[in-house]
């Protein structure tokens, strides 16, 4: 197979989809300006957090299938395909910002020793594979030839490896049919469907699967605080909505709203674009302000149920923006945070991977070294993060051990009416419902149980 260098291998995606990649059998050189961050992938030291990253990149290094340099000249070597995998950060009015990939796409042009398949994985604004092929143009040498290819990445945080090996699609972009065809050869094992399209439609297939869902997302805790008022339990109402095959149960987790550095990036930049070619995007700004709303929301309920937040102490559990990450980008807990303390609130918090990237922009809270230290004393508990740990913690134990039991569950990981009997001032998000009465949870029958239900009914008396 031909020889693959990632640029911004040494990032998230970069790291990714190099070791993924390599462990298919290729030959991948990750190329990264960062010389610490290189100099440490060298080491066997990852920049990043991400499960079962470390064992494919030791494994493969190992067999010398993947290797870490900061040299373009050495990357291109011999490469048939450069991936493009650097950072886009929002820029001041929400639009991406495309320094690294413009630097990307000049040296690629100037050290590119043969033909090359250019394949950009960054998610950038709509009409940038032109652009990028025009830069390339530019600086090119003359005999050299080359071709764009949008391949945009749909790997999540924390599970970053099984979504590449294990794609729902492949999309691939081009005017070049042929090099499209040569970069779905290198995915072929993986045996997902392969989208072949244009290069602008492949842009923005991965803005608007983005922007689908982070509008699926807020559309749901718009719901959940109707349900507040009107006493239903979203819990239910998306166990509901989730068998029309039309809608599906995945990604209808009501919460404190979405963050990361993908999602809020990408619907602002769709957002700025569409205002920028003068299209009015209502949907899209709504989907942020619900967003922006969901976090206020737990600031309002804990200033209600506490009184005031002035002097009172606050346990946050949770920091990461979500969990099986240690990524604090956009993370709800340093809004949330922020809002707390400046209403003179102290903070106490715990998470299990994210404390010490959280150190880097959270000052003055108190880190502790687990939930039951961090709830010690505390007035009120919130839960921003769904750790699978805090759905087993001791809820006893916190409860007897703090000044006041408020409870925000901002993930809806607890049953209310349980918490409710330990004793708890238990708010989930979009949790309404009369929890005076038994304890509810939706139930599907099936028609096996009916029967069986009418048989004992006619056996009664
Ligand atoms: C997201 C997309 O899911 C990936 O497909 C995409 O490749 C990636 O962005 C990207 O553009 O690079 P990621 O940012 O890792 O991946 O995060 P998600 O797992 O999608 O979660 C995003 C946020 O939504 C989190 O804050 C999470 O807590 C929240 N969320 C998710 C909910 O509040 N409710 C849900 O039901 C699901």
Redesign the pocket.
Known sequence: MGKICVIGGGGY?GLTTGACFADLGNDVVCVDIDEAKIAGLKRGKLPIYEPGLQELVERNAKMERLSFTTSYDQGLKNAEFAFIAVDTPSGSEGEADLKYVRIAAQTIAERMSGSVIIVNKS?VPIGTGDWVAEIVQEHIKPDLVFSVVSNP??????SAINDFLHPDRIVLGSTDRQAAEKVAQLYLSLRAPIIVTDLRTAEMIKYA??AY?ANR?SFINEIASICEQLGADIKEVTVGMGYDKRIGHA???A?V???????PK?VKALAHMAAIHGRNPQLLRAVIEINRDQRRRVVQSLRELLGTLHTKTVAVLGLA??PNTDDMREA?AVEIIHLLKNEGASIKTFDPVAMERAGEILTGVTYCEDAYEAAEGSDALVIVTDWNEFKHLDMARIRESMAQAVLIDGRNIYEPKLMQDLGFVYRGIGRGYDTSGPGQSAEVLNAGQLEESEIAGDEAP
């Open positions: 995606v998610t990445e749909f790997l999540r945080e924390g699967s983005n869902l997302i990604y209808l987790d919460g709203g979405w963050g990361g550095s993908c999602f990408d923006f979500k709800p």
